[in-house]
């Protein structure tokens, strides 16, 4: 059933997408090369300039602070959502209205429009008129986002787990929910422990599903510009600008154009190789359990 | 038969080989259920938390705000609310996002089911290496867009235009309306296509009557998701618009004034833009947490 035919007219079906894909994608791409390649002065003076944008964007210190300060970013949240997505998941009800009741509250923060997100923890987190900033003050807590460098990294993973752990556990949710009921009454047979039910049985049922979740939370996460832009604006100094936001400054703020276009070149080649690598190892993972299968 | 159910057959195995007596075990059972209500209860606690500050705050006198710290409005007021509706600035927010969120929705969706049915029935030369493409559209950073974008559509006259940000929100919404769907096309067994073929069905009137009704949930998620990211994200509707097509978002910068910033109106606005997305997960809330899977589990 799984064996697709082999029919090249389907490039029809594809090509009005392909139209709009290609001029969202490939005609900006091709800009972002261009000005990576030239040192543009004015509409007529353009000069040939090789790589020398490149070099010195990878000679850029500031620019490599943020690059580190992105992968420890990434990786601090990775390790924090993805347990805690899982452990969401498992005690999440199954059936009836408690179940969609608790889906409705838990997709609330992903709806939140990204710099509104920001808005709110400005708000919560504010030592005058906050919620949180109050409550640390008054336990005796000094907490300021705007002083302190650490107070500004745990407010921002915080508002990260906060905003994106949501996503982490639908996604396992929807694969605890794909498990047949079969494999927990063979297991209550054999008198498994609770561990072993979720070593054995749940957690590579969870695999796929994982896969995904890291996949788009790493993408997203590289991605982060609007809410440490509203909640902080990069600061105290600059120990809380991730790439995005180096890169925004960088194009609209001084209109640097081949810096910022070998930056994006860059940024895009880490995130593409980044993601290679995710996509084999899914349709690798695919074609372990379905031989017949494929992509 | 193998089938054990969760019932007596089940409990009657378990007092066979276990130790523990089926009292026992009902009660550790009751016990450990209770306490994963309790730590699901908690966390939804925190989570609400910021919320219902935002919606404390919308709710209470600027005065009130600044002045001393209350748990929930003392005076309640909706002045924060009726400024946003009486203000055609404010509520015209409201009105450019919606638009280019739809209009971005229609263009994904009459794109991407052609492509994802191309995707998910036949083998054609390159597709393995145009999905992989089309995913990588899904990651680029739209950072990485912004001065061309900002160029490209100056150039042709399309800037501060809805239909501007609804194309540019393709960039990462075309690749996951295509990937979801792919999803549920391929759980749709093929012989309905021959069926319909050999009954004498041309492909347009097979796909639009016969095997879009089919896989109607599976939009429903779709929508659902283009809906969510093209209504959340604002780096490139901020750089592609400047007065006629400016999302709420933006508009909210605007309560910042020399005499201080307007907390109640901007906790207001915060949580209206909440409320569409309320509204739509209440409509698919039965299909979410499969599409979340992106149809593959």
Redesign the interface.
């Known amino acids: ?1 799984n064996n ?8 029809l ?2 090509l ?3 139209v ?2 290609a ?3 490939i ?3 091709m ?2 090369v261009n ?1 990576s390649v030239q040192d543009v002065l004015g509409p007529n003076a353009r000069f040939f300039t090789g790589t020398e944008w490149f070099e010195s964007i990878l000679n850029d210190s500031a620019l490599r602070a943020a690059f580190a300060r992105q992968i420890l970013f990434s990786l601090t949240i990775l390790a924090i959502q993805v347990p805690l997505g899982i ?2 998941a ?4 199954k059936r009836g209205w408690q179940a ?1 009741a ?15 997100v920001g ?3 400005q ?2 987190t504010r030592g ?5 900033g ?1 409550g640390l003050r008054e336990l005796g807590i000094h907490y300021n986002i705007t002083r302190n460098a650490g107070d500004a990294w745990a407010t921002i993973i915080l508002m990260d787990v ?1 905003h994106w752990t ?2 982490v556990a ?2 396992c ?3 605890l ?2 498990i047949p ?1 079969a494999y927990y ?1 063979a297991a ?2 054999d ?1 498994a422990s ?1 561990w072993a039910v979720f070593r054995y049985i749940q957690l590579p049922k969870l695999t ?2 994982l896969v ?1 979740a890291v996949l788009l939370r790493f ?1 997203h996460s ?2 982060i ?2 809410e440490p832009f509203v909640l902080t604006g990069g600061g105290p100094g600059s120990s809380t600008t991730f ?3 180096s ?2 400054t960088m ?2 703020g001084q209109q640097d ?1 081949g810096p ?2 070998a930056f ?1 070149i860059i ?2 080649l880490v ?2 190789l980044v ?2 690598v995710f ?1 084999t190892t899914i349709m690798h993972m695919q074609k372990d359990k379905n031989p017949h299968g494929g ?1 | 038969m193998y089938r054990i159910e969760n019932t007596q057959q089940g409990e009657k195995y378990n007092t066979i080989f276990s130790r523990t007596t089926p009292a026992q075990r009902r009660k550790r059972n009751a016990r450990s259920r209770l306490r994963s209500r309790v730590l699901l209860g908690l966390y939804l606690f925190l989570m609400i938390l910021p919320i219902y500050w935002l919606i404390n705050m919308s709710l209470q006198t600027n005065s009130e705000i600044l002045g001393s710290m209350t748990l929930w409005p003392q005076n309640l007021t909706f002045d924060n609310y009726l400024r946003i509706f009486n203000n055609p600035s404010w509520y015209m927010g409201y009105v450019n996002s919606m638009m280019y969120v739809s209009m971005n929705m229609l263009i994904t969706i009459c794109v991407a089911l052609p492509a994802a049915y191309a995707f998910s029935r036949y083998r054609f030369i390159g597709d393995k290496h145009l999905f992989f493409w089309l995913l990588t559209n899904l990651m680029a950073p739209p950072a990485v867009f912004l001065l061309p974008y900002f160029q490209l559509y100056y150039s042709v006259g399309l800037f501060d235009t809805h239909i501007a940000v609804a194309l540019a929100h393709c960039l990462f919404n075309i690749p996951l309306a295509i990937w979801i769907l792919e999803g549920f096309m391929s759980s749709v067994p093929k012989e309905i296509d021959e069926t319909a073929y050999i009954d004498g069905y041309s492909f347009p009137h097979f796909f639009i009557k016969i095997f879009i009704p089919m896989i109607r949930s599976g939009i429903g998620v779709t929508l659902f998701f283009l809906f969510m990211f093209s209504w959340v994200e604002l780096l490139l509707a901020r750089t592609l618009t400047a007065t006629n097509a400016q999302p709420i978002g933006m508009i909210m910068t605007r309560t910042s004034t020399a005499s201080g910033i307007d907390w109640g109106t901007l906790a207001a606005a915060g949580v209206l833009t909440i409320v569409p997305g309320i509204l739509v997960v209440y409509f698919v809330r039965n299909h979410i947490a499969k599409g979340f899977a992106l149809g593959r589990t």
């Not at chain 1, 498992?90 to 009800?93: A, N, R, W, Y």
């Open positions: 059933m697709k035919v082999q029919n090249n007219r389907a490039w079906l594809v009005p997408m392909l709009l894909v001029f969202s994608a005609i900006p791409l800009t972002v000005y452990g969401i498992l005690i999440m009800p969609s608790v889906l409705i509250l838990i997709t609330l923060p992903l709806l939140i429009p990204w710099n509104v808005s709110i923890w708000i919560f005058d008129i906050g919620l949180m109050w906060w949501p996503l639908m996604l949710y929807s694969g929910r794909s009921e009454q209550r047979i008198r609770k796929n599903v995904i993408m590289f991605m510009y609007a790439l995005s936001q890169l925004a194009a609209i154009l910022s276009a994006s940024y895009f995130i593409l993601s290679w996509y992509a």
